[in-house]
C-alpha cells in the first residue's frame, strides 16, 4: 500500500474492517471515513508536537537581503530557527566570502546599533551580527548595502495532509506510528474506550523509539595520551574524559 495520506487512511479502515476508499471517493466522504481521514492528521500533528527538532522538520533557508534594509520576517511555517546557524554566502560577483553571524541580544542592538534603521548615513556592508527580533523576525547588523544571501536553518510545522497523494514528512520506517496513533482517535470515535487506551500505549510507545532513533545521540570524546618519562622509561598515561 502506497505511504500516502490515502494509503495511511486505509490502514485505519483495515483494523476496523472498513471498505478501502479509492482515489475517486477519497475528497467526497463523510461519517467515519472524514474522521479517519482526521485522526491521521491528528496523529501525526501530535508526533510532530512531542518535539521541537525532529529531523524529518528540519529545513535549510536562503533568503537574498535588500539593501537598506534590517529587518526580515521568519518563514510561515516556523516552528524553531537556530540562530547559532546563520551565515552569509559566498558570492564573487558581490564580493563577499562566506561568514558565520554571531548572535546579539536584542538589547544589545538598540542599544548601539538600531540607529541604523533610521539614518541612511550609518554605516552598512556584510552583517556580522544577527538578532532575534520581538515579531517573528530576525534583524542584522551592520544594515547590508547589496543584496547579499543569507542562510540559516529552521525547523518547520508541517501542514495537515489533504489530498490523497499527500506524504507526510515523517518518513516511512514509521507509519505504523502514525496509524497507531490514529487508531486511538478512530476507537473514541466509536466509543470503544479499551482499545483507544491500548492504542495510546502503542502510540505513546512508538514516538519514544523514535525519539531514541532520531533525536538522542551518545557523544564520545577522544582520549588523550600523555607521555611521561619514569626513570628513563617513556610511558604514556590515558587522560579519561
Known sequence: MAYDFLGLVNEVNKRVNEVELTTSNFATVKGFYAHAKDAVNASIRDINQHEFNWPFNHV???????????????????????????????????????????????EEYLDHHVEQEYD??????????????????????????????????????PVDLDLHDDVPS?????????????????YLFRGNTQDALVAKEKFEEGIKNMRTTLINRTYYVRSGMIAQNTGGNISSTRIAT
Open 120 to 157: 541612511s548615513t550609518t554605516r552598512k556592508g556584510v552583517p556580522h551580527f544577527v538578532i532575534h527580533g520581538p515579531a517573528l523576525e530576525y534583524i542584522l547588523t551592520p544594515e547590508p548595502d547589496k543584496a547579499y544571501t543569507v542562510v540559516y536553518e529552521y525547523y518547520r510545522v
Open 60 to 106: 535549510e533557508q536562503e533568503d537574498t537581503l535588500s539593501a537598506d534594509v534590517s529587518r526580515y520576517p521568519f518563514p510561515h511555517d516556523t516552528k524553531l530557527i537556530n540562530f547559532e546557524t546563520f551565515r552569509i554566502k559566498k558570492n564573487s560577483t558581490l564580493g563577499n566570502a562566506t561568514t558565520r553571524l554571531s548572535v546579539m541580544a536584542y
Open 170 to 186: 515523517i518518513p516511512e520506517r514509521f507509519k505504523h506510528v502514525i496509524v497507531d496513533g490514529a487508531m486511538h482517535y478512530a
